[in-house]
């Protein structure tokens, strides 16, 4: 206590200035009004800056929570659009079957491990068999054609990707009525090749290249990517067309599962016709 008091009798002169600095603030700031004005909006100022940085980094930490509630969204969005695809052709497309069962339903899914420099690459994806994952389904991701499942567990799953050398995903440049598959030569990983391509079709550069719709797999008109360049195969028949995949695989994150609700019933008549 006695050290207390001389601590307080030698800095009284201290402690007396600010008493009375303080005091003096407080009494200007209540009885002027210009001051008054320009202290409130300081500290408003300094109060709403020091909300909007916290704001901004509780933003940065929620980008998972708000992506994973996107990424739904857009599944069930895509659920409710039967054999739409999700591009400018959108515009003026009528949507139809929305009382009867849907054709087609997504099932949305995180990427949590992926290879994309291997000759065959594969994604894994947190949803399996207790979800409705089957193997044969395709994939797409938000900007176009992922793959295709291969292997199913209870809780994961694995895709084969377009970037395999054995996948084959049949497909056309858009408003053409030709087709055929698409094959990955393991170099680059933005670039596959469209084949079997007739030479007399005219391809000008960035047209689009989407689905086929042939099979049970994918939907017509899903985005694969754009042309890049073609050249005629030796023969002289067909054209082999590079293509910018629209999917950037090293940013992939998320991606949609097809179901194909007729799928079964379309392959039982397929056995059928084969059997006569």
Not at 191 to 197: A, E, K, Q, R, S
Not at 199 to 227: A, C, D, E, M, Y
Not at 260 to 270: P, V
């Amino acid at each position: 206590m006695r050290n207390l008091w001389r601590f307080i009798s030698n800095y009284n002169a201290l402690f007396l200035f600010v008493i009375f600095f303080t005091t003096s603030i407080i009494l200007l700031v209540r009885n002027n009004d210009f001051q008054r004005s320009s202290t409130l909006n300081s500290s408003s100022q300094i109060i709403g800056n020091f909300y909007q940085r916290y704001n901004n980094i509780s933003k940065y930490l929620n980008l998972e929570a708000v992506n994973n509630s996107l990424a739904r969204e857009n599944a069930l969005l895509r659920s409710k659009l039967p054999s739409a695809y999700f591009n400018d052709s959108l515009i003026n497309k009528k949507v139809i079957d929305t009382i009867n069962k849907v054709q087609y339903e997504y099932i949305e899914a995180e990427v949590i491990n992926k290879s994309i420099t291997s000759r065959n690459n594969y994604l894994t994806i947190n949803r399996g068999s207790k979800h409705g994952i089957k193997k044969g389904m395709g994939v797409i991701g938000p900007s176009g054609v992922v793959g295709i499942i291969w292997n199913v567990s209870e809780n994961f799953s694995s895709i084969q990707s377009i970037l395999h050398e054995d996948t084959r995903i049949t497909s056309s440049i858009e408003g053409t009525p030709y087709f055929g598959p698409l094959i990955w030569n393991g170099e680059d990983a933005q670039i596959v090749t469209l084949t079997d391509i007739p030479n007399q079709l005219n391809i000008k550069p960035k047209s689009r290249v989407v689905t086929s719709g042939l099979g049970v797999i994918f939907p017509k008109g899903i985005v694969v990517g754009t042309v890049l360049k073609s050249g005629v195969k030796g023969g002289g028949s067909f054209l082999d067309i590079s293509v910018k995949l629209s999917t950037n695989f090293y940013a992939l994150q998320h991606v949609y599962i097809i179901k194909n609700n007729f799928a079964s019933e379309q392959l039982q008549l397929e056995a059928q016709n084969k059997e006569l």
